[in-house]
């Protein structure tokens, strides 16, 4: 093919280029071959020129004002041209100029498209001004970025950058409707919570604190009050647990020493009462008043299955140690009149040795009465029966009961155990913020009280609110007995 005719195929600029690469040894070859050759030449560049600037006419490759190359003859340029414009590959596809080349145009390719695009930062970042998905600003207008919540500031959009920024928040208890259209407060996490206990919010005088959740004991109680302020609000009514004091700070209460109920003595049992606090009960299995031997120079009770057999008892002729004096029905015993049968006198009358138990008619008891006698010698207030027509009235009563004794003057009719004391069993009341029921060291439920400024007399009733449990392995929960009778002995 002749070299203008390959030369007619490409552009002016182009053509010149090339015939001057080819020919450039024919100049060197022979003078008079180059002057042909320049004719040559310099008519095939003329018409490259002049096809050149025919170019916009004919549909071949310009840069105008629109955002589209034309390229009639199939051809693809980019020179010279802004990136983004949209050009027109071979295949027909609908393209951009990107670094003076025509390519394929998708969102993230960092080439602004301005056909269909107002960005394109490249990253998978949304709000950063620039959408990953739709390379579309995030924001043109402050309405665009607006979340509907008014307790965390008034947006508004930066229109340099393109970005939302959250304006000051309210204060905290700023008025502000809910999404329910409810008057509600804005609170501390800068949500619109509704009005009143529970919404984070302290306000009002009924309100000392707001911690949004339902734990009492925690400084802040679920009806929004403190949890403790002085001491007494952490009286739990359990003299075993301590005195516990309050955080005045944290409005908590910090328990307090455990009482420590050990004597020593191992033949005592270690024991505290909510109430009374500590006691050391006598280990004594038959209750005859006596610890065992085995326990030790503190144990006398040579036999503590037997109550009959006891030091200092009366000698019984039943081939029994009954006065643990080692020797065995050495002397006939002692009886005492014993009416109710509980095995406790109440004094001396009537006493008859013999060795065996006298018949019931000596004891001169009334008819109905268990009318019986006892080998315990009643020589003090815990050997002395203070009530001998009531077998549940004798010195080792340990329970409590709701009933006087019938029969008793007012002033004693509820002193069960004979200790010229009407002890009653629950004490503790009027505790305004109770702790959560607790259990002491004998897995017994703690923080009962009565419901009041005081703890009702023996056998009358008032409201008291209870811990307890269910009597296996459940926890002890807190429940309201609107009728509870006091217990005594």
Known sequence: ??????????????SRVLTALVL?????????CSVIVAGKLDEKSAAADAAAADAGSDGGASIDGDTTLDLGDGGV???ATVDGKACELPSGVAAVCASEECVES???????????????????????????????????????????????????????????????????????TTEGGAAGECNAAKVCAPEGCGNGVTGGPAEDCDDMNTINADGCDND????????????????????ATCNTIAHTCAAGTVLDCADASACT????????????????????????????????????????????????????????DGMTDESAPTWYVDCDGDTFASSMTGAMSNCMMPSATATGCPVGTARTWTSRRPIDTSSTDCYDANANVRPNQSLYFRTAASGRPAASDFDYNCDTVETRQYTAFGIIRPLACGVDSRGNCTGSYWIGSLAPACGDAASYSECASDGFSGPCTRSTITSFVQRCR
Do not use: K, W
């Not at 960092?110 to 620039?130: A, F, S, W």
């Not at 006691?279 to 299955?305: E, H, K, V, Y």
């Open 269 to 324: 049992a270690n024991e505290c009462d909510a109430v009374a606090g500590c006691r050391n009960p006598l280990i004594d299995a038959d209750g005859d008043g006596q610890a065992a031997t085995m326990f030790g120079g503190c144990g006398t009770d040579c036999n503590d299955t037997n109550p009959a057999s006891y030091v200092g008892a009366e000698e019984l002729c039943d081939t029994v140690d009954n006065d643990c």
């Open 106 to 176: 998708t969102c993230g390719d960092t080439v602004v498209d301005l056909r269909t695009e107002t960005c394109d930062d490249g990253n998978p970042d949304p709000g950063d001004g620039c959408e990953p998905t739709t390379c579309a600003f995030t924001c043109a207008s402050d309405s665009e970025c607006s979340d509907g919540n008014d307790c965390n500031g008034l947006e508004a959009c930066a229109l340099a950058t393109h970005r939302c920024e959250l304006g000051e928040a309210p204060l905290v208890g700023a008025p502000c």
């Open 77 to 79: 340029s980019c020179t």
């Open 24 to 32: 450039a040894p024919l100049f060197v070859a022979s003078s008079a």
């Open 1 to 14: 093919m002749p070299i203008y005719a390959i030369t007619s195929t490409l552009s002016s600029r182009a």
């Open 224 to 243: 929004c009050t403190f949890s403790c302020t002085v001491a007494a609000d952490c009286d739990d009514g359990n003299v075993c647990n301590g005195d």
